[in-house]
Each structure stands twice: as C-alpha cells, then as structure tokens.
C-alpha cells in the first residue's frame, strides 16, 4: 500500500519540507492533484473530480477543515498485506488527531449551545464555511494569480513560506485541469469516441484556462466548477457577480446554465448568493440572476433537493456596520423572479435578507 496514494493529503502534508502550516496544508492538497486520477463523463459538460477528495481517511476540505473518517481507516486497514503497512497507515491516521477540526471546535459549545442543536433549534459550531473570490479567480486566472502573489511577496518579504503555499494551491487548479485536456485529447483518438464535440470544447477549454481568463461562458463554468468542486463543494458565493460577464443571450449559454443547475441540485448545492448592491444599497442585479432563479420555474427543470439558499447580500462601507433599511429594489427584484417559480420551491429555500446576511 503506497500512501502516496492511500492517503493523499496526509502524505504531502507530512513530507512537506517545511514547519509551516499553510504550506504543509497546501503540500496535501497539490500531491492530491497531482495523484488524482481523472475520467470525463460525456453526460455532463463541466468535469471535475467531485467526491474523490473524500474518500480519505484524512480528509480535507478548503470549508471545514481536517476531519477524520474512522470508517474509511478501517476499509483501507483491510487491503493492508503486512503489519508494517497496517502500522503505517495507523501512523498517518493518529497524526492528525489533535487537528480534527470539527472536534476542536465542538470542545467549545457551552451546554446550552449543545443542547440548542440536539433539539434542531440551531445548527452551529461545525467546520465552517469559506469561498475563494470566484470574479477575481476567473478574471486574472492563475497566470494572473501568479503574478499578483509576486506583486505582494515583495512587499511582505517575510512571508515567503505564505506565497510558496499560495503557489502550490494555483498549480493544484493547473494540474487538473491539464488532466483534462490530456484526458479529452486521448478520448478523442480512440474510434468513434462519444460525444466528439463535448471533448474537442474540452480540450479547447482547458488550453486557455485555468491560466488565462474564460473565453467564453462555455469556458467559465468549466473553470468555475473545477475551483468549486475540486476540494469538496461548499457555498457557490456570489454566482452571478462572478459569472455575469461572461454569459451572453445566446441558446448554448443558456444550455450551459441548465446543465450546471442540474449538478448544483445533483450535488445537493446550497448557499447560492444572488444579487449584489454597493455601499449606497445600490442595485447590482444582473440578467444572469434573473435567468437563473427563473429556472426552477420550467417544468423539466427541477429545484435543488436541499436547500439552495439565496441570501441578498449588501455590502457597508468598510469598517461600517450594516446598512438598514434594505432598499426595495435592491432586495425584491430576484425575490420577485423566485416566487414566480412557487410551489416548485419549498419556504427553507429562501432566506430573507437581514443585517445577519450582510457581506
């Protein structure tokens, strides 16, 4: 048993040749990319290797911290043919004990808080919740990136190990993604490979990004999804602010649109931030928003099994407490479009917008 591959995480996370624990964190994550084995699914356009990051033992995820699956060390422990590898794979298990995040930050409910969640009146003090700015990502892309971590290393020069770390989760997205187009490129020189178009769009895609900035919309749910996805999915942010520019009035955006709202209900998705205002409360909705949150309104269009909450977010001055009252055109308008679509959608997926909301 190579734990290399075993336990993908643990082992770079463990030979990193640093103390460092962001660039220990990061080390895990780029030998997970660069163990990874990637398929492409002609049933779906965006590919990504969505769940494989949680079938480890030691499990990271970019929301929720280290959490460990004693079930998974068991089902690995069985495939072990000596003692030494059992005793190996026990190793990389108990190292990360005193790191189970979940647990850590259980240790800290009071009574009442625990005794709030085992009644369902709250849920809280889990892994967590974080998004990457998903508008910057895929506006700079990872050539981008690179360049705006060079701009700051050499203002902050004792930060390198951070920086090193940074470059180490953009070459996670750059691995994959070359996987892909690698895997797109093969799939295309067998005989009569299926769905021939879908792999040339995805070889095409995945030659510009992640480097460079989406083409097309086509090219920023490719590149959307795999950074969402890549490290277990959590909150898809502010999709449509991200997304806008790139979506056009055009039936193949729109095709795009309905495929990746069936792998946000597939993937049970939740959390999706509609709607944006300045500090003034000034609306920023846009076209992609109202087409998205009309979608459930179609008949072979389904809404997500869980909860797909859609928070209006309003932004305050920096420094500022939220702004209140919430304008009404800066709140009602994607409301109005989602209602529209009622019954089809359940009152737990909406979340009406209150200063606890603000971002």
Not at 146 to 161: A, E, L, M, P, Y
């Amino acid at each position: 048993m190579n734990m290399k591959y075993t336990e993908p995480f643990a082992w770079g996370y463990i030979h990193a040749n640093r103390a460092h624990v962001g660039y220990r964190i990061a080390s895990g994550m780029k030998n997970f990319a660069e163990t990874l084995e990637v398929t492409i699914d002609p049933s779906f356009w965006f590919q990504s290797p969505l769940g494989a990051f949680s079938k480890q033992a030691v499990h990271y995820a970019r929301a929720a911290g280290i959490t460990l699956r004693e079930e998974i060390r068991e089902q690995n422990a069985e495939k072990c043919v000596s003692l030494s590898e059992e005793e190996e794979l026990n190793f990389y298990f108990d190292y990360f004990k005193p790191y189970d995040t979940e647990r850590i930050i259980s240790k800290v409910r009071t009574p009442l808080q625990e005794k709030l969640e085992i009644n369902k009146c709250c849920w809280a003090a889990g892994g967590g919740h974080s998004n990457p700015d998903y508008e910057m990502l895929l506006r700079l892309g990872t050539d981008g990136i690179r360049h705006k971590i060079s701009r700051f290393r050499k203002v902050h020069t004792d930060q390198n190990d951070f920086y090193d770390s940074l470059i180490l989760a953009v070459e996670c997205l750059e691995i994959v993604a070359e996987k892909y187009r690698q895997k797109a490129i093969e799939l295309l020189a067998t005989p009569c490979p299926d769905n021939r178009e879908l792999l040339l769009r995805l070889a095409e895609a995945f030659s510009n990004i992640p480097h460079r900035k989406p083409r097309n919309f086509f090219e920023a749910c490719q590149f959307f999804w795999l950074a969402f996805s890549l490290f277990d999915i959590d909150s898809p942010g502010l999709f449509d602010y991200a997304m806008g520019a790139y979506y056009g009035d055009t039936a193949e955006d729109y095709q795009c649109l309905e495929m990746l709202w069936e792998l946000f209900r597939k993937t049970r998705t939740w959390n999706l931030c509609v709607g944006r205002s300045d500090e003034f409360g000034n609306d920023y909705t846009n076209a992609l928003l109202m087409l998205f949150c009309a979608l459930p309104g179609k008949s072979d269009i389904t809404p997500p099994i869980s909860p797909c909450g859609f928070m209006k977010t309003r932004r305050p001055p920096c420094g500022k407490p939220p702004l209140t009252p919430f304008p009404p055109a800066s709140v009602c308008r994607p409301f109005t479009t989602i209602f529209r679509s009622a019954p089809r959608w359940s009152p737990w997926e909406f979340r009406l917008p209150t200063p606890i909301f603000t971002a």
